[in-house]
């Protein structure tokens, strides 16, 4: 098993990129392997892991069965989605603070 421990931004989606399932316990790292259509198990321990629109397999026992596994998705479209909400939001922004 792999991990994605350092602070290089670059690696860390690099490693996200790599694999096919993402099994973690941060916002973050669900967030973003969802973006990179990757198949996501949260082992959840904050409220806000709970939040994610498209639902990632939540791991409560912390033991990763066949079932988990096979439970998982992909989601199509996520990453263009969530850059158009931020072009939208970048607009509102802009629109209603305009640069001198």
């Given amino acids: 098993m792999e ?3 350092g602070n290089n931004f670059e690696e ?8 096919e399932y993402i099994v973690t316990n941060t916002y973050h ?3 973003w392997a969802t973006l990179l259509q990757k198949k996501v198990i949260v082992i959840p321990y904050k409220s806000g892991l709970m939040s994610l629109k498209h639902k990632p397999v939540y791991c409560w026992d912390r033991t990763i069965s066949d079932e988990i596994l096979h439970s998982a998705k992909v989601y199509e479209g996520v990453l263009e989605e969530h850059r158009k909400l931020n072009l939208d939001f970048y ?3 802009t629109d209603k603070y305009p640069l001198v």
């Avoid at 860390?12 to 694999?19: H, Q």
């Fill in 3 to 5: 991990d994605n421990n």
């Fill in 12 to 19: 860390k989606l690099e490693f996200l990129s790599s694999c």
């Fill in 29 to 31: 790292g669900a967030y």
């Fill in 91 to 93: 607009k509102y922004l």
